[in-house]
């Protein structure tokens, strides 16, 4: 029995010795690959060092203290932490590495920004948690050159190859300064991202994040402080952004997703000069990539090439068509911002939204909506204000050829701004007119154009409903205001546009209206109008101008009181009755006659207008038909010298009705 417990008990020594033995050597292992993943870092030329390093077997855990580095990229980012911890430690196969959670304390981040004042930026982070953690078995090999971009690149390559359930940093404070210009702290609470694998983030959550930054304004300092709470990202893929950093993608010439939704809000800024505002809720729609347009390792070096010194012309050229391409690099389905609202020294001002979207350097639509603020004559409110087609690249492009003072810019530079821009849409404005208290409303104003023949659109629309006081004051509006139209209603609807196939121009007013006075519409056609009109060359559309020839035009007005109102002027000019007044205007319209007496058509025109003044409410309708080629510039200019000679190259017709 004696010999059996003796055996026992040397088992247990030698088992437990055995374990110890294993866990020295363990720990000395783990040692040795944890200095030759620093190693790597020193022999790329980087700074890196340790403390203690510890593996306690049972818990497979791994300790590390006091982690410092310094990378070898210029300028260099320096890292410091207390510790790293990781629990539940395991290599599935020879070149993976997992762990069930891995915490860091107190790590500290510490960069510069170059510049002409050398920024300086600076984060601490109490402690941050990794659960789930999977990842290469070994660090990979920095990159050899200094870059940064090259570091980037790098760190999204490996950022490729991990996964993790969850990362979470409670808080994250920070700091910048670049000298008298600025300076500043942030600070974010709540932080964590969900379902990282493959380079891309499920989820980005951040409860809360707040700055404060001091500057100088006009040589008065200013200081500024804001928060915004509920930052929320869906979709995050770093290939999309590793595309735009890696040369050979290049040529890659389709939008790559890099973010899919954003929402935050509420948003709060706040300025010493006396400036609040407040943003409730702001939504990104997708944000994409497009590598071939946006490759920023080229514009950093372009930036660092031309360091502090002005930039040569060429030089500024070239920036200036990096900044264009990053538009059309860029792809924002919708971005928009809901109920904003700020106090200024001028005084408070409210917005309902601000809406967006990007692609190719363009801006489909910006638009504003329930504008809300006072003016020093009294409130204005704005329903909506849109543009449409707003090309941002390529006016970026044109306005560096503004730039020289000593050059007045050509026609062909002024017209390239037209395609800029193809719509303008206005609604529901009330403004204040003059001093009267009184309100001007224009419902809706909406003008498109396009279809472009070189920088010249051919294709014009405007449409306008507005509703304005009469000014008393003005004589010429007395007679307004003496027949009750106040305030005057106008509806009106126009358009242009030119077919090349026909060679045609057409004129169109479908409406205009003016309430309590008249209501009209328009046609007119010009016919053999060549492509060369439209060139932004003043001379050579001059000379195009002449081949055009005038073709059909046809006219209608309808009375709805606009005679009265000109036989009322009438009698209280000549202080006669207004019976008198009509009789005496119509005779004269009759006896006009006599002059075009050789003119079948146009006497018939003369008689049709005198039975429109002589009873009210009718309709008259006026045709002219061209009786052969009538070139256009000509017409004008008979118009000017003689117009009856002008009238008879036309077949007139003339009728009224009710």
């Known amino acids: 029995m004696a010999k059996i417990l003796l055996g026992l008990v040397a088992a247990v020594v030698i088992a437990v010795g055995g374990f110890f033995g294993f866990e020295f050597y363990t720990q000395h292992r783990v040692a040795r690959e944890v200095e030759t993943a620093f190693e790597q870092i020193r022999a790329s030329g980087g700074k890196a060092s ?56 107190d790590l500290e981040i510490g960069s510069s920004i170059p510049g002409q004042t050398e920024g300086k930026l600076a984060y601490k982070m109490p402690r941050i948690v990794m659960t789930d953690y999977s990842g290469p078995a070994s660090v990979a090999h920095p990159p050899a050159s200094a870059s940064l971009v090259d570091a980037y690149r790098s760190g999204l390559q490996q950022f490729a190859a991990i996964s993790a359930t969850s990362v979470s940093a409670p808080s994250i404070t920070g700091t910048m300064n670049f000298g008298s210009a600025m300076s500043g702290e942030f600070a974010y609470s709540g932080m964590t991202f969900k379902d990282i694998r493959d380079g891309k983030i499920a989820a980005m959550d951040i409860e809360r994040a707040s700055f404060t930054v001091n500057t100088q304004q006009g040589g008065k300092p200013d200081k500024m402080t804001g928060e915004i709470a509920n930052i929320d990202w869906r979709d995050f893929d770093a290939s999309a952004i590793a595309a ?10 389709r939008y790559l997703r890099a973010y899919g939704k954003m929402t935050a809000g509420p948003y709060a800024v706040t300025s010493a000069q006396g400036v609040r505002m407040r943003i409730d809720a702001m939504t990104v729609d997708e944000i994409a990539l497009r590598p071939s347009r946006l490759q920023l390792p080229e514009l950093l070096a372009m930036i660092q090439t031309a360091g502090d010194a002005p930039p040569s012309p060429a030089q500024a050229r070239e920036l200036v068509e990096k900044a264009a391409t990053i538009y059309e690099g860029m792809r924002v389905d919708r971005a928009e911002m809901r109920g904003l609202a700020a106090e200024m020294p001028q005084g408070p001002f409210k917005l309902a939204a601000v809406r967006f979207n990007l692609e190719d350097g363009k801006i489909g639509e910006f638009a504003m909506e329930g504008l809300d603020t006072n003016t020093p004559k009294g409130p204005l409110k704005l329903g909506r204000f849109a543009l449409k087609s707003l090309d941002i690249a390529n006016f970026i492009r044109l306005s560096a050829q503004f730039t020289n003072p000593a050059q007045a810019p050509s026609p062909e530079l002024i017209a390239g701004l037209f395609p800029l821009i193809q719509g303008v849409e206005v609604k529901a404005v009330t403004a204040p007119f003059k001093n009267t208290g009184k309100f001007v409303n224009l419902d809706r104003f909406d003008v498109n154009w396009g279809q472009f023949v070189g920088p010249i659109p051919s294709k014009l629309r405007v449409t306008a409903k507005m509703t304005t006081p009469v000014d008393a004051s003005d004589p010429a509006m007395r007679q307004l205001v003496a027949a009750g139209i106040d305030p005057l209603s106008v509806d009106g609807d126009i358009g242009a546009e030119w077919t090349e196939a026909p060679r045609s121009f057409v004129v169109d007013a479908p409406k205009l209206e003016i309430g309590g006075v008249l209501k009209a519409s328009a046609r007119m056609t010009l016919a053999n109008v060549p492509r060369q009109v439209f060139s932004a060359n003043v001379v050579q559309a001059a000379s195009a101008a002449a081949q055009i ?43 006009s006659s006599e002059e075009v007496a050789t003119n079948p058509d146009a006497v018939n025109a003369v008689q049709a207008l005198a039975r429109f003044v002589e009873t009210p409410g009718q309709t008259l309708v006026i045709k002219f038909t061209p009786l052969g080629k009538v070139p256009a510039m000509q017409l004008f200019q008979m118009l000017k010298t003689d117009p009856l000679i002008a009238l008879a190259q036309f077949r007139i017709e003339a009728s009224t009705g009710l």
């Open 50 to 105: 340790h403390g203690k390093v510890s593996f306690d077997l049972k818990s497979r855990t791994l300790r590390i203290d006091d982690i410092a580095t310094e990378s070898a990229t210029q300028p260099p980012v320096r890292v410091k932490v207390a510790s790293i911890i990781a629990a539940g430690v395991a290599q599935p196969d020879a070149g993976r590495f997992s762990a069930d959670t891995i915490e860091a304390s």
């Open 244 to 253: 735009t950093l890696d040369p050979q993608k290049s040529s890659e010439d």
């Open 549 to 591: 020839e005038a073709g059909a035009i046809e006219l209608t007005v309808r009375d709805l009181g606009s005679v009265d109102l000109g036989i009322v002027q009438y009698a209280r000019a000549e202080n006669v009755s207004r019976e008198e007044a009509r009789k005496a205007i119509v005779e004269s319209i009759k006896a």
